[in-house]
């Protein structure tokens, strides 16, 4: 009788084991994020300046959203962020290919590649504000080299978000780039091998050998990629601020300037929501995926 109460004891630890690791990761979790999204969702159902009481407005918050050409062009830019943001995963890997080989001077080509990856967002806005400066910037110096005249980039609202985009693939291409590197680096030489044999080179090696064994930094390319881009926010405010006449602007600074400049915490919080649904779905999406290969 004892041996057995002893052996169900022994079992209920194991079976609670799991449970005593993630529960401080879990309040943590359920404190820094599910309770701020849990309250973003309540205030959105409301009018609320930030101080004062709040009144309940329902749904108004979020049919005045839909019909703001501002949200509309804060939802195409980050569509425009999304779509353009993916180079970043095919730059890195092609510069990663070129940089995972055994020749002098490799170590030295490859820490300017990673250079990037080390420096703030805000000093790349601040290098990038001036490279496209048309008095005195980089860019407008081969302008007039070419007998062309200078474009101001950041001031043309058609341009401006291309601009911001560009700046950002620059640091977000060298971390796919190390992603991939650390890929390559622990790829199975026999299968490269076994492919050499049977005749596979060049875009077929890549293809059929090189990207099934890059399926897993791939994937945390992607995901990371996607997610920045949603979240894009520090170049903006460095770069734009939203300009010119908010051609710039995304959903995460909208909702910055709407809560914060405009002291209008309930429509900022639909904003939010409007961004986390969207953020789930691509998240879910990607976690299907890896349960299925996982599977």
Same mark, same amino acid.
């Given at each position: ?11 209920l630890?194991f079976?609670?084991?799991?449970v005593?690791?993630?529960a401080p990761a879990?309040?943590?979790?359920a404190?820094?994020?599910l309770w701020?999204? =849990?309250?973003s969702?309540?205030i959105s159902?409301?009018?609320w300046?930030?101080?004062?009481e709040m009144t309940?407005v329902?749904l108004?918050?979020y049919r ?8 509309h $062009? ?6 425009r ?5 993916l180079?970043?995963?095919?730059g ?5 290919l070129?940089?995972n080989?055994n020749?002098r001077?490799i170590?030295?080509?490859?820490s300017l590649?990673f ?8 000093? $790349?806005g601040l ?5 496209y400066n048309?008095d005195l910037?980089?860019l ?6 070419f007998?062309a005249k200078?474009i101001?980039?950041?001031a043309n609202?058609?341009?401006?978000t &291309?601009?911001?985009i560009?700046?950002?693939?620059w640091?977000q291409t060298a971390?796919?780039?190390i992603l991939?590197?650390?890929g390559?680096t622990?790829?199975?030489?026999q299968v $490269? ?10 875009w077929?090696m ?8 890059l399926?897993g930094?791939?994937?945390?390319a992607?995901v990371?990629?996607?997610?920045g881009?949603?979240r894009?926010?520090?170049l903006i405010?460095?770069?734009t601020s939203?300009?010119?006449?908010g051609s710039?602007?995304?959903l995460? &600074?909208?909702?910055y ?7 209008r915490?309930? &429509?900022?919080?639909s904003?939010? =929501?409007?961004?986390f649904l969207i ?7 990607f976690l299907?995926s890896?349960?299925q290969n996982?599977?």
């Open positions: 009788m004892k041996k057995d109460t002893e052996y169900r004891w022994l079992r630890q079976t609670l084991a799991p005593y690791f993630l879990f309040l943590l979790f404190v820094f994020v701020p999204v =849990v309250q969702i309540w159902f409301h009018e300046s930030g101080f004062g309940w329902g108004q918050n005045e959203l839909f019909s703001d050409p501002d949200f $062009i804060s939802l195409a830019n980050n569509i962020w999304l779509v353009l943001m180079l970043a995963p095919v890195g890997l092609f510069i990663a070129f940089l080989q020749v001077g170590r030295m080509i490859k590649f250079f990037p990856f080390v420096i703030n967002l805000v000093v $790349i290098i990038f504000s001036w490279f048309p910037g980089l407008a110096a081969v302008f007039r080299a007998g200078p101001p980039i950041l609202e058609h341009l401006a &291309y601009g911001i560009l700046a950002n693939l640091p971390y796919c780039m991939y590197l650390t390559l622990s790829m199975n030489a $490269i091998e076994a492919g050499r044999i049977d005749g596979a080179f060049g077929t890549l293809w059929n050998v090189v990207l099934p064994q399926r930094a791939t994937f945390i992607v990371v990629t996607v997610i881009a949603l894009s926010f520090d405010a460095i770069m939203g300009g010119p006449w710039s602007n995304v995460a &600074y909208m909702m300037q709407e809560s914060l400049f405009n002291f915490m309930g &429509y900022g919080a904003i939010a =929501v409007i961004l953020m789930t779905v691509f998240i879910t999406f299907r890896v349960v996982e599977r």
